[in-house]
């Protein structure tokens, strides 16, 4: 390509009288011809030249993510690709859409299918690790990407691709909101989901250490007036109902109240369909199958034995031989009507008994030294 400047071709003057053939010399005619030939040439020449401009200039794209040129211009220096959506990320709106739609149908192999041709989308967009450099439509639809690949995830009972979709939105929920805009976003339901998965694996470490970044979040966000604020667009955390079912689920998890969090997780409790994913009536629910787990760990504990159609009751299941089920994988013994615990004072709990007479001691030990304090004053 040849650059602007370096060089000029003019073309012939107005009025320009081109030579005519006439019966002089044959020396007088080869020079006409000479010169009308170099003319026509440069006229030629610097016509292509402005046809070739004129088109580099009308489709100046960017191999690399489709988007306009961001690159110094024919004309002049560069200039930020602003302006209306551009063709391929049209596109991916409309594949978005599309989406949405199968899953309101709940047609999950069409929704990971039109989840797959938007990821390849997004791909030359190079909107799947945000940087200064992308524009905000760009991420605006990989963020609403992956959030749709994470509701999917749950929805297809796949924890694992969830999680990995949860790591991935980590860097776009981290922009301020004069970057990305919190409108339209699901990040409380998507953060929701992820604590509500660490609660049902029991990871209450993991559990907590989301929640309180979480906190963090909307303190530093929050105004010095106000510290249960949030910042514009979202919801502070005590009145973000996505937030708040996990935190009192886990709440009544530790306080033993195992009715509450069982009455919790009734369909009609649950914030949304991907919330009842967790609580369906089936074996690899994983939240019930962590609350019956704490259950069950407790009754060990407290009980020698139970009557099998207490036992039904107490894990809440829906017959006596899915108790016996339930018991045979947890190495209980059933007989004669009866579930009997394994011998806490074995070999298992022998080190707790001697952790619990410890414990005694060292209270009488403290409350007698409490009685000579109050002797002494």
């Known amino acids: 390509m040849?650059?602007?400047?370096?060089?000029?071709?003019?073309?012939?003057a107005a009025g320009y009288a081109y030579p005519r053939w006439t019966t002089s010399s044959a020396s007088s005619r080869a020079a006409s011809s000479t010169s009308h030939s170099s003319s026509l040439k440069t006229s030629l020449l610097y016509l292509s030249w402005c046809r070739l401009r004129t088109y580099l200039q009308s489709f100046r794209y960017s191999v690399r993510d489709s988007r306009p040129c961001v690159c110094a211009s024919l004309d002049g220096p560069a200039?930020?690709?602003?302006?209306?959506?551009?063709?391929?990320?049209?596109?991916?709106s409309t594949t978005l859409k599309k989406i949405h739609q199968t899953l309101l149908s709940r047609d999950h192999r069409q929704a990971q299918t039109l989840l797959t041709e938007a990821k390849l989308a997004l791909l030359p967009l190079g909107g799947l690790i945000p940087s200064p450099a992308t524009p905000q439509p760009t991420l605006l639809l990989a963020r609403e990407t992956l959030e749709l690949g994470a509701l999917l995830s749950i929805r297809r009972r796949d924890y694992e691709a969830f999680t990995r979709y949860f790591e991935q939105l980590q860097p776009f929920y981290d922009l301020p909101a004069e970057r990305l805009s919190r409108e339209h976003s699901s990040q409380s339901k998507?953060?929701?989901l992820h604590l509500l998965l660490l609660l049902s694996q029991g990871d209450y470490a993991g559990f907590h250490t989301v929640l309180e970044s979480l906190e963090v979040a909307a303190a530093a966000a929050a105004p010095a007036s106000d510290g249960k604020k949030a910042a514009k667009g979202g919801k502070a955390v005590e009145d973000d109902v996505y937030i708040q079912y996990p935190v009192r689920l886990e709440q009544d998890l530790m306080e033993g109240a195992?009715?509450?969090?069982?009455?919790?997780?009734?369909?009609?409790?649950?914030?949304s369909e991907e919330y009842g994913v967790f609580s369906e009536a089936r074996p690899a629910s994983v939240l019930i199958g962590t609350?019956?787990?704490?259950?069950?760990?407790?009754?060990?504990k407290a009980y020698p034995s139970l009557p099998i159609g207490n036992?039904?009751?107490?894990?809440?299941?829906d017959s006596e031989g899915a108790v016996v089920e339930f018991a045979r994988s947890r190495a209980w013994l059933v007989r004669d009507g009866?579930?009997?615990?394994?011998?806490?004072a074995g070999p298992a709990g022998g080190d707790e008994?001697?952790?619990?007479?410890?414990?005694?001691?060292?209270?009488?030990?403290?409350i007698g030294y409490a009685r000579e304090l109050e002797t002494i004053v």
């Open 2 to 12: 040849l650059p602007s400047g370096s060089f000029r071709l003019r073309l012939p």
């Open 79 to 92: 200039s930020p690709a602003t302006g209306p959506l551009t063709m391929a990320e049209q596109r991916l």
């Open 291 to 300: 609350i019956r787990s704490e259950i069950a760990t407790c009754s060990e």
């Open 258 to 271: 195992y009715d509450k969090v069982w009455g919790a997780t009734k369909s009609e409790r649950v914030p």
């Open 311 to 317: 036992a039904k009751n107490l894990l809440f299941l």
């Open 353 to 366: 008994k001697i952790a619990l007479v410890a414990s005694g001691t060292v209270i009488e030990n403290t």
């Open 190 to 192: 998507v953060t929701g």
């Open 338 to 344: 009866r579930i009997y615990f394994p011998d806490a």
